[in-house]
């Protein structure tokens, strides 16, 4: 049972123009969100996260957006360059659980053609 | 060192062998995690490590598995008489406190090849 989906195995985008990954989630207790970029032979680093009292959280090119009632967040990176492709992992979290113990997608890779 | 250090990178075991992966985490982090990612998977929790506290294990998959953290510092995760489907890159990460988000630190993993 995948509580967090990321159904887009990759995505190709030319360079300069807007990425969008997409998650899903069916854990309703769910209420911090975060993505992980991952580049090969390396581990995860973080990206940005958002928590579910907000629906956008932008940190530079990168925004995060939250759709509670959908259970739905998406990554938007504009505009996208050629080093930002690497595996994209979306991950959840209970803050009033153990929020130390996070559950992933599968991830995304995104391609960003020169 | 500057990261989460993770040893061996790579480890090709027979089956019905008994590994053992290292782990380092950054220096003065108290907390430390570890994850496996299957192939064509997401990153599955395992154990969990915070200061002198009992660790949460209700991610550990069978009682083959077991880990142990040294003073505080250094981990190391054992699976006895391994199987193929104990093949994955397992990752270990660190943080000063509990907050799994831009306080932890990823290591680069240890891959694990069952054969």
């Known amino acids: 049972d995948q509580q967090v989906k990321q159904n887009s195995p990759s995505l190709s985008v030319q360079e300069g123009r807007i990425s969008i990954l997409n998650c899903d989630y069916t854990?309703?207790?769910?209420?911090?969100f975060l993505w992980y970029k991952k580049y090969p032979a390396e581990g995860p680093t973080f990206l940005i996260s958002?928590?579910?009292?907000?629906d956008k959280n932008e940190d530079g090119r990168f925004t995060v957006f939250l759709n509670k009632s959908a259970k739905h967040l998406s990554l938007h990176i504009v505009p996208s360059q050629p080093g930002d492709s690497a595996v994209y992992f979306c991950?959840?979290?209970?803050?009033?659980?153990?929020?130390?113990?996070?559950?992933f997608g599968k991830g995304t890779l995104l391609t960003v053609n020169p | 060192g500057a990261g989460v250090s993770q040893s061996p990178s790579n480890k090709v075991t027979e089956k019905g062998k008994d590994v053992e992966l290292r782990c380092d985490p950054i220096?003065?982090?108290?907390?430390l995690y570890w994850y496996r990612q299957s192939l064509g998977q997401g990153l599955e929790f395992l154990i969990y490590?915070?200061?002198?506290?009992?660790?949460?294990k209700s991610g550990l998959p069978s009682d083959r598995f077991s880990a142990e953290r040294t003073g505080g510092s250094v981990s190391t995760l054992t699976i006895q008489r391994t199987q193929q489907e104990d093949s994955a890159v397992y990752l270990c990460?660190?943080?000063?406190?509990?907050?799994?988000?831009?306080?932890?630190?990823f290591g680069q993993g240890t891959r694990l090849t069952v054969v």
């Open positions: 990460a660190s943080s000063l406190n509990t907050q799994m988000n831009t306080e932890a630190f």
């Open positions: 854990n309703s207790m769910f209420d911090y």
């Open positions: 958002i928590s579910s009292i907000k």
């Open positions: 991950a959840a979290s209970n803050s009033g659980g153990s929020n130390y113990k996070l559950t």
């Open positions: 220096s003065g982090h108290t907390a």
């Open positions: 490590f915070q200061g002198n506290s009992a660790p949460d």
